[in-house]
């Protein structure tokens, strides 16, 4: 279990750009996965974006192309590049991080960091 805190959202207009920061405090446990994940009000999650140790990723589909996620493994932050910014794009991104020991993870989430896109 960490601390998590995501800065980065705000306003935009359609087409427009913002850079998503996720900070996780020190922990003795390895991080296994970072990621973004999305929510409007009165739907489900949504996943937007994963990074492994290993630094592999995948993307939702609707962001692909789009957003670009990295990770800094001496800092223990992750980043979400979003460009061409659409109003669909509206929600809030939380990130989450996958941290554990041997046979054990724990997952830890940020409280969120509002994404609004309108012209």
């Known amino acids: 279990q960490v601390q998590i805190v995501e800065s980065g959202g705000g306003f935009v207009q359609p087409g427009g750009s913002l850079r998503l920061t996720c900070a996780s405090s020190?922990?003795?446990?390895?991080?296994?996965?970072m990621g973004w994940y999305r929510r409007v009000p009165g739907k489900q999650r949504e996943l937007v974006a994963t990074i492994s140790s290993n630094g592999r990723t995948n993307y939702g589909d609707s962001v692909k192309g789009r957003f670009t996620i990295s990770r800094d493994n001496a800092k223990r932050t992750v980043y979400l590049q979003m460009n061409d910014l659409k109003p669909e794009d509206t929600a809030v991104y939380y990130c989450s991080v996958t941290t554990g020991s041997g046979q054990e993870e724990y997952n830890s989430w940020g409280q969120g960091t509002q994404v609004t896109v309108s012209s």
């Open positions: 020190e922990s003795i446990f390895s991080i296994y996965m």
